[in-house]
């Protein structure tokens, strides 16, 4: 079987009518047959797409020949099934939700990979923040980050308070693949911190670089494949919360109500039915008696 090709992108460059784009853009990858989910807004483009080699090869080229986007980064990475279902064009408000505005022209300098590893080497008084998630985090992180306990990155700035007494401290923050460091560095030094760094192109970058040395666990991303490995080895930090094994299968919950990315090996995830605990477990069971109860009504 063919491999299928992932592609993740994005760049900051203004995009006058978000909303004729969408429409363009989604009738040209329906053309290409790829799947993916693209978010656009007048801040720029945010995507991730599958599919087979050539179908990406032409999305890619296709997708450099218009002006705003020919220096454009794809960040890429194989599988063996298409992690989208379908094929969306979004228009937003940004694309990526601070919430905030903030200058991207002035945002925290930029380290290669290579540069980010070497200030890990050299140690001294550093702070290496994760702009992510903290179900992301969870999973995968730099060794001694520090992890915002942060469910959406509209809480990012909650960040201040975690960090509020390193202001004149040199601070080297990452996030998947450099999205969100982009606004979230600009954030920062916009708030008073003098010496502010983002890993380019993010953990997925640097994982093709630097295997196996400074990262621990695996990555989070936002496809149906939920984790992506960067070690070579199947590298687990994580736990199943019914039992406690070393596992880092995520899944949503199944209750709906609830859908919280749960942890759970294969033996709980069949004996709680894929719920995160025994209250959802009861609920989701519950609405689905209900729901046959109702089919043999009608
Ligand atoms: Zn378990
Ligand atoms: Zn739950």
Request: some cysteine; aromatic content about 8%.
């Given at each position: 079987m063919e491999k299928t090709h992932i592609l993740l992108f994005y760049k900051y460059v203004k995009v006058e009518d978000p909303t004729k784009f969408a429409k363009e853009h989604l009738s040209f990858c329906k053309n290409l047959g790829i799947k993916g989910r693209i978010l656009v807004a007048q801040e720029?483009?945010?995507?991730?797409?599958?599919?087979i080699k050539s179908q990406v090869e032409d999305y890619k080229r296709e997708l450099r020949e218009d002006k705003r986007f020919e220096d454009i980064i794809f960040?890429?990475?194989?599988?063996?099934?298409?992690?989208?279902?379908r094929m969306v064009v979004k228009v937003k408000n940004e694309i990526v939700n601070l919430g905030q505005k903030v200058d991207l022209k002035d945002t925290g300098k930029h380290l290669s990979p290579a540069e980010f590893l070497e200030i890990y080497k050299n140690g001294g008084d550093v702070v290496v923040l994760d702009a992510r998630n903290d179900y992301e985090s969870k999973v995968g992180k730099f060794k001694n980050a520090i992890t915002p306990d942060i469910k959406t990155f509209r809480e990012f700035p909650k960040v201040l308070d975690l960090i509020k007494d390193k202001k004149e401290k040199k601070i080297v923050m990452y996030c998947t693949g450099g999205i969100r460091c982009e606004k979230a560095s600009a954030y920062l030094k916009e708030n008073g911190f003098k010496d502010v760094s983002q890993l380019s192109g993010g953990i997925l970058t640097f994982g093709k670089e630097f295997p196996d040395t400074i990262w621990e666990g695996k990555c989070f991303v936002f496809d149906k494949r939920l984790t992506s490995r960067i070690n070579?080895?199947?590298?687990?930090?994580t736990h199943c919360e019914g039992c406690g094994v070393l596992c880092d299968l995520y899944r949503n919950c199944?209750?709906?109500?609830?859908?919280?990315?749960?942890i759970l090996c294969v033996e709980c995830e069949r004996k709680l039915g894929g719920c995160c605990s025994q209250s959802c477990f009861q609920k989701f069971m519950k609405e689905r008696m209900e729901k046959a109860n109702l089919n043999m009504e009608n």
């Open positions: 720029g483009i945010n995507g991730s797409i599958s599919g960040k890429e990475d194989l599988g063996f099934q298409h992690p989208f279902k070579s080895d199947n590298d687990t930090i199944s209750n709906k109500d609830c859908d919280k990315y749960t």
